[in-house]
């Protein structure tokens, strides 16, 4: 089994910072792909940023230039930079990891979603 723990997150004022944290843990043979995905109300879940083991990144638009994903691989985990918040990066924020526990065996894992409000 493969857990996924977030943290990070909260309320900052627009124009502001936050950064999110993320960690697999469990039976982990490899880990392909790691990001962030976000769902404001009544909205689809979209991908807001993801890396590949290789190193490869991958943005939603409207985030280039304020978001930096960053990730270790040596301790299964990835990081996002959030600077210059704006009101509508306002969502549940969630990682995903797409963890193989053999080398044939791969799935993707969400974390439970951590909420970033950006208000005045």
């Known amino acids: 089994q493969v857990h996924i723990v977030e943290s990070g997150g909260g309320v900052v004022q627009p124009g502001g910072s936050l950064r999110l944290s993320c960690a697999a843990s469990?039976?982990?043979?490899?880990?392909?792909?790691m990001g962030w995905y976000r769902q404001a109300p009544g909205k689809q879940r979209e991908l807001v940023a993801a890396?590949?083991?290789?190193?490869?990144?991958n943005y939603e638009d409207s985030v280039k230039g304020r978001f930096t994903i960053s990730r270790d691989n040596a301790k299964n985990a990835v990081s996002l930079q959030m600077n210059s918040l704006k009101p509508e990066d306002t969502a549940v924020y969630y990682c995903?990891?797409?963890?193989?526990?053999?080398?044939?065996?791969?799935?993707?894992?969400w974390g439970q979603g951590t909420q970033v409000t950006v208000s005045s």
């Open positions: 469990g039976i982990i043979f490899s880990i392909y792909t």
């Open positions: 995903q990891a797409h963890v193989c526990s053999t080398s044939t065996r791969c799935n993707n894992y």
């Open positions: 890396m590949s083991s290789g190193g490869d990144i």
